[in-house]
């Protein structure tokens, strides 16, 4: 049967390899190095095996430094992920300390000194952990105002401070580094003559 016998969907057909006639000996096309060297311009196989090297060598190189970005970018977001964990943990701990200092801050009375020693020796070992994690408090009294990193709660009219000038601390302020944990809640001072 030729060609023109066949139906026309059986010659629009690819052969499968189970098709192949067994006389059939043509192989499908394959990359053979004489392929190669034969789409060269200048037909000389040696530049050719030299620029398929250099090619697969700044292929190596570029595949080595993507990895070693990504393994730097992993490193860093690792970092960052454990700093974060580490400051939500010390951000639960600042109402106990809060807590703590309000109870130094009471008078403990006669009876209660060995208490009071208790709650702040339990302070002092708190504060220390806090400042081995790199955290330290913000100092407000007597500093400008600085909605960076403080809240104003109240402004109150004060003699003798400054415009803007923080007399009074309500709760104080906690950084880790350059990043802020929480504002110290603040009273500001305002000039006598700027009551509204």
Not at 109 to 138: C, D, K, N, Y
Not at 161 to 184: A, K, M, Q, T, V
Request: charged letters at 35%; proline letters at 6%; glycine letters at 6%.
């Amino acid at each position: 049967m030729t060609e023109r016998d066949q139906p026309y969907d059986e010659v629009l057909e690819p052969q499968t390899d189970d098709q192949t006639s067994p006389g059939d000996e043509t192989a499908a096309p394959t990359d053979a190095p004489d392929d190669a060297a034969a789409s060269l311009e200048d037909g000389d196989p040696a530049a050719g095996a030299a620029r398929e090297r250099d090619a697969y060598r700044d292929q190596l190189l570029r595949a080595r430094a993507d990895f070693d970005n990504y393994r730097k970018r992993v490193e860093r977001d690792r970092a960052v992920m454990i700093a974060r964990a580490a400051e939500d943990a010390i951000r639960d701990l600042l109402p106990t300390i809060d807590d703590l200092e309000r109870a130094l801050a009471a008078d403990p009375g006669e009876s209660a000194a060995s208490f009071h020693q208790g709650v702040e020796m339990i302070h002092r070992q708190m504060i220390e952990m806090l400042t081995r994690r790199g955290v330290e408090p913000i100092v407000a009294i007597g500093e400008d105002f600085d909605p960076n990193i403080h809240e104003a709660v109240a402004y109150e009219p004060a003699e003798g401070h400054r415009e803007g000038e923080i007399i009074g601390e309500l709760r104080r302020g906690y950084r880790i580094g350059d990043r802020l944990l929480r504002p110290s809640m603040v009273r500001v001072a305002q000039a006598v003559g700027n009551r509204a």
